[in-house]
């Protein structure tokens, strides 16, 4: 299977919040749909090796910022290549809150929705969640953020290979797993954290 054609399919990229408790943590994710209009129900699917997957399961609501093209790496980074686990993502942030005191994004981000699960099923590595949609506002007219927009103009490009040093492994960004080797397979998966080979960056030797 070649799965590049799957990097066809067109997809989101939002910020995905929740509380449980006290607790509030937020993610990147880039699957959303709807897939019912009355009432609304959406379908988002988590990784399960992310916190907010579990707050998600304890508490039932989240809210989910659909991020514009005015979005900046930064914001990216901040919510998607740390764990809320290790960190407190909205400690310095003072964003807006639903009803359900869940926050949300009130900048780089086009509209928001809150939710309600109503069913959730286990896929191994992600988990799928419907949600009624209880609450939805258009914040801004800017053109939501697509995964290809942020592939091609948000995502930093790796820095040229140096002709000088020899890629030894390859590091993911996220949760620091390392792939030993030169050659990283383009349908590798990481086996900790769940993310592709896009996610890795070279490690040289001597660095």
Known sequence: MDKKALYNL??????????SGNVVNGCITNTCIQVANNPVRIAISVLNSNYTCDLIKESGIFTL???DQTCSFETIRHFGFQSGRDVDKFANITAP??????PYLGWQTCSVLSAKVVSRQDL???TLFIAEVT??????DNSPLTYADYQAHVKPKPEQEKEDK???GWRCKICNYVYEGSNLPEEFTCPLCGHGADDFEP???NA
């Open 10 to 19: 067109s997809y989101g990229v939002f910020m995905l919040a929740t509380r």
């Open 65 to 67: 910022s659909l991020l």
């Open 97 to 102: 809150a639903d009803e359900n005191a869940v």
């Open 124 to 126: 191994g590595t992600h």
């Open 135 to 140: 609450d939805a506002k258009l914040l801004s």
């Open 166 to 168: 020899k890629i030894i």
């Open 203 to 205: 490690i040289y030797e």
